[in-house]
């Protein structure tokens, strides 16, 4: 399975964007860039999904790189709301679509 | 909107004792999955039901058995419960694919915290 690499922790300021990155050199041409994301304490939760163009939705913004090797997710405006685990997904797994989770990375927001 | 409902929310068990933590889904989603969360790490597939009366394993499958009951419903049993399953218990759902992508979102309870004594 292609495998992705994001940092393990990044801090923000309230109202400021954040620009969480995440490398997928290996990314197969059918791979979709899924982004979830996990509050304390509760279940991962949906954020965004991409093939090859940007794409916008009331939650984030997806960047993708048009060699597909990297990807960024951004939030415009952080909120204390948005700290979170923050997971880049390649795909789901085989024929049984789970997902595959990595570490993500964590983000702090700072008031 | 309920999406997925989890229950018990908590509990402890000493070791060698059984239960079964219970999921529902009110959004007529075929897919169900239950995953394991140890701390500090990702989410782990534990097993995976396609369909109502269909179930399949997934990568840490062993002590546990899952019933999908229904379209709605998809419990997973720890038969003699170890320490080593000391976890967050997620169970999510999916809609059917659409198109040639397996690109649908899943939707995650907020799970159930056990821990066995």
């Known amino acids: 399975d292609a495998k992705t690499t994001q940092p393990n922790s990044m801090e923000s300021n309230e109202e400021e964007p954040v620009h969480l990155p995440c490398n997928h050199s290996?990314?197969?041409?059918?791979?979709?860039i899924h982004w979830y994301r996990q509050l304390p304490s509760q279940g991962p939760e949906y954020v965004i999904h991409?093939?090859?163009s940007n794409v916008n939705n009331r939650m984030a913004s997806l960047a993708i790189a048009e060699d597909r090797k990297s990807s960024t997710l951004i939030l415009h405006r952080a909120t204390l709301r948005d700290a979170a685990v923050y997971y880049c997904i390649l795909r789901y797994g085989g024929s049984q679509g789970n997902l595959i989770f990595g570490k993500g990375t964590k983000l702090s927001v700072k008031p | 909107n309920a999406g997925v409902t989890q229950t018990p929310k908590f509990q402890v068990l000493k070791t060698g004792q059984s239960m079964t933590l219970q999921c529902a889904q009110d959004m007529n989603h075929n897919s169900m999955y239950w995953y394991r969360q140890d701390p500090g790490m990702g989410l782990r597939l534990i097993y995976y039901s396609a369909s109502e009366g269909t179930t399949d394993k997934g990568e840490v499958p062993n002590g546990y058995n899952v019933s999908r009951l229904n379209k709605r419903e998809f419990s997973l049993r720890l038969e003699s419960a170890a320490p080593s399953q000391t976890s967050v218990y997620f169970c999510?759902?999916?809609?059917?694919?659409?198109?040639?992508?397996?690109?649908?979102?899943?939707?995650f309870g907020d799970g159930t915290r056990l821990s066995i004594l």
């Open positions: 999510a759902s999916r809609p059917p694919r659409q198109g040639s992508g397996s690109n649908q979102p899943q939707h």
């Open positions: 290996t990314i197969s041409g059918t791979d979709y």
């Open positions: 991409g093939l090859t």
